[in-house]
């Protein structure tokens, strides 16, 4: 999210807070007891319920006050002693100055730089998600606590799925499986929001930060090919809506109990998302059950009018967004033009009334208007408990089992420890900063892979290789004969920020310049084969050195955070065994020829579209999605599965069963926790061998397949995993809980949830289990 005309006036506004607040480390709270004429006032009673409070605020505030509190960047009510709230920051991987909100101005001067998204995903460990948004809810606390921060609002995470290969926001994103993204957003919201893992643990809705779910719904395009992100009207069927672009969604609201949304820039079908009742108020709210409050992303409103031409005036815009169901505008627009709408009759105060009832709600369910935080729950966070070494760990942690190692020709990896030179040659081998990624703040430590290395070998001879990363022009001479004197050599390769980011899609997928033929030379002039390690969060066409036998080695890496260099030269090293798997598909350089703005995501084989993601691609692959090698073989069994045979009525809530055009049977699947969902449950036990001498830790995905898949059926879809850890020659067990309401329906092209007749098989590795589905 990035403000455009208005990011001169709101830096100058958040620099007037800086001051402010730098003379005085006290968080700003409204109720003070210590004030008799405010601590009076009803909505500061605590003994009353959040609903009846808020009714009491907002029924004393005029209408122009009214209409301030409707921004991100809200005014203080002075008369009432409400002081003024940020709702704009971040915390995608860590809390972070990229919003309004926070700053790292005063005591604390850094927080814990997590791995960027895509890469902690590659773990599939939900436990380990739940960990680092605790991590990051405790230190956005105690950047409040210590008067850094101007609000608890954060817009994180990012959920979208990760469609097409070229998005430069991919990288925000768990990758590119709606389960994968829901359960990431149940993980990381309930751990920010001070949740337990399993749910349920919030008392009275209070929370010790806010999280919100971004950006709703059916975003993944920033700026490609001349179409921009504030324009594009992305042209969704009801089919790909119902399992794909909204379930990630879904789960962020109903099981989550996420605290916001984010409405995003885009049309969809048309309509502005921000602008569309049907998707905020029917189906967030009424469908699912929706509680928070919906922020827009920036400028969004302003380009209803400005940019989509949906409205037909300002005050048309405002009318648009606050009936759909918005309450708050990341911008001025609402601050400029919703008086003129009301005064037009266009907008009724009461739709005011109904936004800020939600924005004031957010606001007491953190408790900023319960008086002195000091003496609150969570008001003993502090500053001993940011960049803590638990959290530091935490972070090396979630870069060790993310990595994933793609190649390993003749065991090349680990290498020993005894060797006695190293060349390590690359653009990203000696950058700290291009580990961190986007959205992140200042991280607690700097280390750069580089540094890393030479902590296992002394004698590491390091060379650029290319001027910059986009490699315009590169020294391949100079790191040939850097590479000739080494035993071993390691190639820091990939994209950065300049390549793939917020408003900037990629137009190929091969690497940078002249990247390419820095590596080939490097690796045929060395004395070995080397290891490539890939720096970026967007998949990077490398089948060239796929196939090169010179290339012995190869780890995706993504941007891993303030602790990933450390983490490569473990996995190097063989200190850790790689097990993390690929959360997206690695897609072939030709993929480029089908447009960004195609959003089916089922193929078309009459017209040669090849479809989206691992569930529909049909043409070659890279690297597979769930793709991951490890130090260690891993076997697989299916010890145990307690189902083999289901039938239509058993599973219907109505006992009966319809047909479609095709003469199949199915019976529709709206809701999948109903007695009879309940009663169909089955458990599948498997059993997992480590067959090497490592211990190891590595993502166990157990996918759902089914017979034929035509019709739309997605070609396998990822059902449970889960990451193991076993001993060298030891094995465990797992067991996975299939739900056949929820693993095992489809969307048809009306966009209704199914399950059809016919033969399910449950797959782990090269093992298949069959499940046969009756009529």
């Known amino acids: 999210m990035r403000l455009g005309n208005i990011q001169l006036l709101l830096l100058c506004l958040t620099l007037t807070a800086v001051l402010l607040l730098t003379e005085s480390t006290q968080p700003p709270f409204a109720c003070d007891s210590s004030k008799p004429a405010t601590k009076s006032f009803p909505f500061c009673k605590t003994t009353l319920p959040i609903s009846a409070r808020v009714k009491d605020l907002v029924s004393r505030l005029t209408l122009d006050e009214k209409i301030l509190q409707l921004v991100n960047t809200a005014p203080a009510i002075p008369r009432l002693g409400i002081p003024a709230y940020e709702w704009w920051s971040e915390a995608l991987h860590g809390v972070s100055n990229s919003g309004y909100g926070i700053r790292f101005n005063g005591t604390i001067k850094s927080a814990t730089s997590f791995p960027q998204v895509i890469l902690t995903a590659a773990s599939f460990d939900a436990r380990l998600w739940y960990r680092i948004g605790q991590a990051i809810g405790l230190e956005a606390r105690a950047v409040y606590n210590q008067g850094q921060a101007n609000g608890m609002t954060f817009w994180a995470p990012n959920i979208n799925v990760f469609r097409d290969p070229r998005w430069g926001r991919g990288q925000e994103t768990p990758g590119e499986d709606p389960l994968v993204s829901g359960k990431y957003a149940i993980s990381y919201v309930r751990g920010v929001q001070g949740d337990n893992f399993e749910g349920g643990g919030l008392k009275d809705g209070h929370l010790q930060a806010s999280a919100c779910c971004k950006h709703f719904t059916a975003y993944d395009l920033d700026h490609w090919n001349g179409v921009s992100r504030f324009g594009y009207d992305a042209k969704v069927t009801k089919q790909d809506l119902a399992d794909t672009y909204q379930p990630p969604f879904q789960s962020c609201i109903q099981r989550?109990?996420?605290?916001?949304?984010?409405?995003?820039?885009?049309?969809?079908?048309?309509?502005?998302?921000?602008?569309?009742?049907?998707?905020?108020?029917?189906?967030?709210?009424?469908?699912?059950?929706?509680?928070?409050?919906i922020t827009s992303d920036c400028d969004a409103v302003s380009i209803i009018y400005d940019v989509h031409k949906y409205a037909k005036t300002p005050e048309d815009a405002v009318a648009d967004v606050l009936k759909a169901g918005m309450d708050v505008d990341c911008g001025f627009y609402l601050k400029n033009h919703t008086k003129s709408a009301v005064q037009k009759k266009k907008v009724l105060e009461s739709d005011i009334d109904r936004a800020l009832t939600n924005l004031f709600t957010m606001r007491m369910r953190l408790g900023l208007f319960n008086g002195n935080p000091a003496t609150l729950p969570y008001g003993s966070i502090g500053p001993n408990q940011v960049c803590t070494k638990a959290h530091q760990d935490l972070a090396l942690d979630a870069a060790r089992n993310g990595i994933v190692l793609l190649k390993n020709s003749a065991k090349l990896l680990p290498l020993k420890k005894t060797i006695s030179s190293l060349a390590v040659i690359g653009p990203n081998a000696n950058s700290a900063y291009t580990l961190i990624g986007n959205y992140a703040g200042p991280p607690c430590k700097s280390i750069e892979p580089l540094k890393a290395l030479q902590s296992y070998v002394k004698n590491t001879q390091y060379h650029k290789g290319c001027n910059f990363v986009n490699c315009t022009s590169a020294s391949i001479n100079e790191a040939v004969e850097v590479a000739k004197k080494a035993d071993y050599v390691v190639l820091f390769m990939g994209l950065d920020q300049g390549e793939e980011?917020?408003?900037?899609?990629?137009?190929?997928?091969?690497?940078?310049?002249?990247?390419?033929?820095?590596?080939?030379?490097?690796?045929?002039?060395?004395?070995?084969?080397?290891?490539?390690?890939?720096?970026?969060?967007?998949?990077?066409?490398?089948?060239?050195?796929?196939?090169?036998?010179?290339?012995?080695?190869?780890?995706?890496?993504?941007?891993?955070?303030?602790?990933?260099?450390?983490?490569?030269?473990?996995?190097?090293?063989?200190?850790?065994?790689?097990?993390?798997?690929?959360?997206?598909?690695?897609?072939?350089?030709?993929?480029?020829?089908?447009?960004?703005?195609?959003?089916?995501?089922?193929?078309?084989?009459?017209?040669?579209?090849?479809?989206?993601?691992?569930?529909?691609?049909?043409?070659?692959?890279?690297?597979?999605?769930?793709?991951?090698?490890?130090?260690?073989?891993?076997?697989?069994?299916?010890?145990?599965?307690?189902?083999?045979?289901?039938?239509?009525?058993?599973?219907?809530?109505?006992?009966?069963?319809?047909?479609?055009?095709?003469?199949?049977?199915?019976?529709?699947?709206?809701?999948?926790?109903?007695?009879?969902?309940?009663?169909?449950?089955?458990?599948?036990?498997?059993?997992?061998?480590?067959?090497?001498?490592?211990?190891?830790?590595?993502?166990?995905?157990?996918?759902?397949?089914?017979?034929?898949?035509?019709?739309?059926?997605?070609?396998?879809?990822?059902?449970?995993?889960?990451?193991?850890?076993?001993?060298?020659?030891?094995?465990?067990?797992?067991?996975?809980?299939?739900n056949p309401c929820e693993h095992f329906r489809t969307a048809n092209e009306d966009g209704l949830m199914v399950i059809e007749e016919g033969s399910r098989y449950l797959a782990v590795g090269d093992q298949q289990y069959e499940i046969s589905v009756s009529a």
């Open 501 to 738: 980011r917020e408003d900037f899609d990629r137009v190929d997928l091969v690497l940078p310049g002249k990247q390419r033929d820095l590596i080939s030379s490097v690796a045929k002039a060395a004395k070995k084969p080397v290891i490539l390690v890939m720096i970026c969060g967007g998949p990077v066409d490398i089948s060239f050195a796929k196939r090169d036998p010179k290339i012995g080695g190869i780890l995706w890496a993504g941007y891993p955070g303030e602790s990933g260099g450390i983490a490569l030269a473990e996995i190097i090293f063989g200190d850790h065994n790689p097990g993390g798997k690929l959360p997206m598909t690695w897609y072939p350089k030709e993929f480029v020829k089908i447009p960004m703005t195609d959003m089916r995501m089922r193929p078309q084989p009459s017209s040669g579209y090849p479809g989206r993601t691992y569930r529909f691609y049909t043409g070659r692959k890279v690297f597979l999605f769930g793709y991951g090698l490890s130090y260690s073989k891993y076997t697989y069994e299916f010890v145990s599965v307690t189902q083999n045979k289901l039938s239509l009525t058993q599973i219907s809530s109505t006992g009966s069963t319809l047909q479609n055009s095709d003469s199949v049977h199915y019976t529709p699947i709206t809701d999948t926790e109903t007695e009879s969902c309940e009663k169909s449950k089955f458990s599948a036990t498997i059993g997992i061998q480590n067959h090497g001498e490592m211990e190891g830790k590595h993502a166990v995905l157990l996918f759902v397949k089914q017979d034929g898949i035509g019709n739309g059926k997605a070609r396998k879809q990822l059902a449970a995993f889960e990451s193991v850890k076993t001993k060298g020659g030891e094995g465990v067990e797992v067991e996975f809980v299939i």
């Open 256 to 293: 989550a109990g996420a605290s916001g949304i984010m409405c995003a820039y885009n049309r969809v079908n048309g309509v502005p998302n921000c602008a569309d009742e049907n998707l905020l108020s029917n189906i967030a709210r009424k469908q699912w059950g929706f509680k928070g409050y």
